[in-house]
């Protein structure tokens, strides 16, 4: 289940949680929440980042194969050979 974020609308009104914000685990299919579980007051999701694998050099052979990849390579004649 991911973790969304939420904000008052209005800082000034609301409770502590909700003042500072507050983290929340919701199944994706349920709608956002519009309103404090505490108080009742109206709050907003937050966007928050997320975080993305980088590669930094290209995948050799060996690795792609430890994978579990299948390695092709294109002869003249036009057919694959498997590496």
């Given amino acids: 289940m991911p973790t969304y974020s939420y904000i008052a609308e209005?800082?000034?009104?609301?409770?502590?949680?909700?003042k500072r914000g507050?983290?929340?685990r919701r199944p994706m299919d349920r709608a956002p929440?519009?309103?404090?579980?505490?108080?009742?007051k109206p709050v907003?999701?937050?966007v928050s980042g997320f975080?993305?694998?980088?590669?930094?050099k290209p995948l050799s052979i060996s690795d792609a194969?430890?994978?579990g990849f299948t390695i092709l390579e294109?002869?003249?004649?036009?057919n694959y050979e498997r590496l």
């Fill in 10 to 18: 209005n800082p000034e009104e609301g409770c502590p949680s909700c």
């Fill in 22 to 24: 507050f983290d929340l």
């Fill in 33 to 40: 929440l519009t309103h404090c579980p505490l108080c009742r």
């Fill in 44 to 46: 907003k999701k937050l």
């Fill in 51 to 56: 975080s993305t694998p980088k590669i930094t």
């Fill in 65 to 67: 194969k430890k994978a």
């Fill in 74 to 78: 294109k002869r003249c004649d036009g």
